[in-house]
């Protein structure tokens, strides 16, 4: 089967509905994968801080906005969220200085996709997050397949 590739960069979301593989690289950023197994619809989205401040554009680059984004996206397609599996990569912690309020960016991105797809109701199937080491992912849509291979933290 031929897939369409589609590349996302952070604070950007993709819902494929034809067969495509959607890739993206992360470091301390979460990248939230829906998946309908009844439609054979995925999409992904790719995220670098947990929470919008009310400041600004409310865009997907933060975890709330993007997550709730790729959710409306994913059920305009004609996605039930009933449906809908999750899978979360990335989260990681590459230069433990990056420290917040004695948290580090990447398990505050971590938290906040627990506790938004819990509160949606959209179980986590499958997850690869933490750690030190970045994350090159790539989504087979009609599948929900992900395939993760770490790189260096030169290449993210």
Excluded at 13 to 20: E, K, N, T, Y
Excluded at 32 to 58: F, R, T
Aim: charged share 20%; hydrophobic share 40%; aromatic share 8%.
């Amino acid at each position: 089967m031929e897939y369409e590739k589609k590349y996302i960069h952070s604070s950007q979301l993709f819902v494929a509905v034809r067969p495509s593989v959607i890739q993206t690289v992360l470091g301390s950023c979460v990248a939230v994968c829906l998946y309908d197994s009844k439609m054979q619809i995925s999409g992904m989205n790719h995220y670098l801080l947990p929470l919008w401040n009310n400041e600004g554009l409310a865009s997907p680059k933060y975890g709330n906005i993007a997550i709730a984004k790729l959710i409306e996206a994913m059920e305009a397609v004609g996605c039930q969220r009933r449906d809908m599996v999750a899978k979360v990569f990335g989260g990681a912690s590459p230069n433990n200085f990056n420290a917040a309020n004695g948290m580090l960016v990447g398990e505050k991105n971590i938290q906040i996709a627990h506790h938004l797809l819990s509160e949606q109701r959209i179980k986590i199937t499958a997850s690869d997050l933490g750690g030190t080491r970045g994350r090159k992912i790539s989504l087979e849509s009609n599948s929900g397949r992900v395939m993760l291979k770490y790189v260096q933290k030169t290449e993210f």
